[in-house]
């Protein structure tokens, strides 16, 4: 692999990898707190039809036209969605989908005029269906590390802003924050980050390196300032993993392979993050139960001695089940384990007798305590 | 028959008039339930079905393939489902996450393996319904091309469905509580609901790929939605919209030499602009013309109860003329002109020199207001 990292051509594919990673990850994680993660999609796919129109305006594949062109027609279903949302009584989903699906049709029409006037010259614009990363020049690197750079120095002067229209956009409208103009900069750069991907990933995948890299990093850390800077790196070293993959062997189309790896990713980071992992999460629910489960087992004897009037009574481990409802012998030597019950044994022939200790009477007295350093 | 079903435009247009039936049938209530982007996640989620059915079984068409493949899409919706209610992430999170995998992994499966399966990657996003007449089938001695035989039976599944099922899916549709409490399981109708649109997808999907399909299946009972209130009456509609944008979508894009799939999925969008702006009630244009008329209507109530508060004054020269309006309505003298010529062409009143005078009809409208009922 490190070998791999000499090739001039690979090297052109990593840096661009990086630049597309670090404007995606970062931008989509304002999409996603927004709850705008599918307008990343009907953005992508209606950049199909602005390609389309570049290369026909500039008849060829000069990248700045044909990303010009994916700017205008992601803004201009930007402005549908939002024109369908407040003059009709279609609701958010329906007016993404539809701009999404007209927007590629209206790409898919344009594709086959392409084909058509350009002869064999056409192949390039395949390669944004699903993104090709050898298709990346050394010379479009400038321009992307450009928009990218823009976008983001734009998204740090703004920060403030951005961060309190995405949180609490009636607070930031009571302190007089232009809120619709931010929200439509923060829709534009979006766009902007869709546009940059689409030679690598392609329009129809583009959505998921808005999406994806936001909910892993989200699951990592509670701070917006930690997750866009997380967002960035998962998508970048995706992005540079799933390139040179695609890069090394022949005819896997770049796109789903960087998908995938991002994908990977998350389902890591869903499952072992901490505190919001799911593996930590069941870990807590299980810690908690077994703490009440304990906490039952050491009242239960308590009341039992009570009863008897004799604070040394063992009660039998059976009848203790029977109490219960369950089986109380893992909880029984859990707490034995911890020193707040004991074993009496009265004569061989019957079953174990446990009593509390005085410390199970002191962890007992204070509620919520004493009980859960058994399951530390 | 034969001569019909030999006729290549009639193929190609019966074919999308098919997928647009079968799948506006179901969009319907997806649209109204707002799970339109379910379609999305499955038509790109079917993709990997496709292929890992294939894989299995090597068959590449047929109902196993049909039911398989599905189960994809199906599985998508659901783990999205899941993961929304996990509250790791929202529900439009969810599904940005799943179908791109999905995707990816179909579209992977396909880089691998293309050279044996009849599809490749090109035709998985745009269809080709140009060429569904290649491959046919025996029906009754009358040849067929094979997605229509497949199209027209899940058009039929579908409609029997959404028969037998109207009931329960309009209470499930819209108001999903009640139709809980009544014992008709609105979260079984859902994943029957789902299942239908996946299994639509698939036989959709050589004639129009994965994305059109959004557009067939959401875009007429959209259109439709804005035209009609009556639940019956959008799944007519949408259908209709969906066999006119085949019918015009082939002839332009024949005309034009263009995609005949994209041009069709054009079509339904001109129809839903034409929705949007012209839809009797709400439509932009009418609404405009609605709000119009009811400040129209404001604006000659206004001026007859001015008119008809000083008629018994003395100073009623001072007061009832065009000029006065300006201090007493705050109307500039453009407007005020308007609305004296209007009210006089509809009879509330009359110019009597330089006074205006309200007639029977001016004057009884603003006693109505004055002293309602009285």
Known sequence: MLALLGDYTLQTVALGAIILGVASGALGSFAVLRRQSLLGDALSHAALPGVALGFLIAGGRALPALLAGALATGVAAALTITLLQRRSRLKSDAAIGIALSVYFAVGVVLLSVVQRSAGAGQAGLETFLFGQAAAILRSDLGLMAGVATAALVLLVALWKEFELTSFDPVFAASLGLPVALLDAVMTAMIALAVVL???????????????????????????????????????????????????????????PLIVLTLTVWTAISLTFAPNRGFVAAARRRRRVRHALRDRQVLALLDELAERHDDPNYASEQGLLDGYLGVKSGAALRALHEAGLVEQVRHRPEEGVHWRLTDAGREALAEPGHGVEAAHP | MNALFASIPFTIIATGALVAVAASLLGTFLVLRRESLATDAIGHAIVAGIVLVWLATGLTSGPVQ???????????????????????????????????????????????????????????????????????????????????????????????????????????????????????????????????????????????????????????????????????RVLLIASGIGIASSVLGYFVAVAWDVSIGGMMAVMTGVFLAGALAFGPRYGIVAQAVRRRGEREVGENRALAVHLCQHEADPDVGEENVLEALRGHLRWPDAKARAVVARCIDQGWVKRDGRVLTLTDRGRSAAREILRPGG
Request: zero cysteines; a neutral charge.
């Open chain 2, 66 to 232: 049909l039911l398989g493949a599905a189960l994809a899409g199906v599985a998508t919706v659901l783990l999205a489902n899941a993961l929304t209610r996990s509250r790791r992430m929202q529900n439009d999170a969810a599904i940005g996450l799943v179908f791109p995998a999905m995707f990816s992994l179909g579209v992977l499966l396909l880089n691998l393996f293309a050279r044996q399966v009849h599809i490749d990657a090109h035709t998985v996003l745009l269809g080709e319904i140009g060429f569904v007449w290649l491959d046919t089938v025996n029906v009754l001695g009358v040849q067929v091309p094979d997605a229509m035989v497949w199209l027209g039976l899940v058009t039929l599944v579908n409609l029997a469905f959404v028969t037998a099922f109207f009931k329960e899916l309009e209470l499930g549709t819209f108001d999903a509580a009640q139709a809980a409490a009544f014992g008709f399981a609105p979260g079984l109708l859902g994943v029957a609901l789902l299942t239908l649109t996946s299994v639509t997808a698939v036989a959709s999907f050589d004639a129009v790929g994965v994305v059109l399909f959004v557009a067939f299946a959401i875009v007429p009972p959209a259109a439709a939605y804005l035209l009609s209130d009556r639940l019956h």
């Open chain 1, 197 to 255: 991907g689409l030679q690598m990933v392609g329009v129809v995948l583009m959505s998921a390196m808005i999406v994806a890299p936001a909910v892993a990093a989200r699951q990592w850390t509670n701070r917006l300032g930690l997750m866009v800077l997380l967002a960035a790196v998962f998508a970048a070293l995706s992005g540079v993993l799933g390139a040179l993959a695609s890069a090394s062997a022949r005819g896997l189309a770049t796109g």
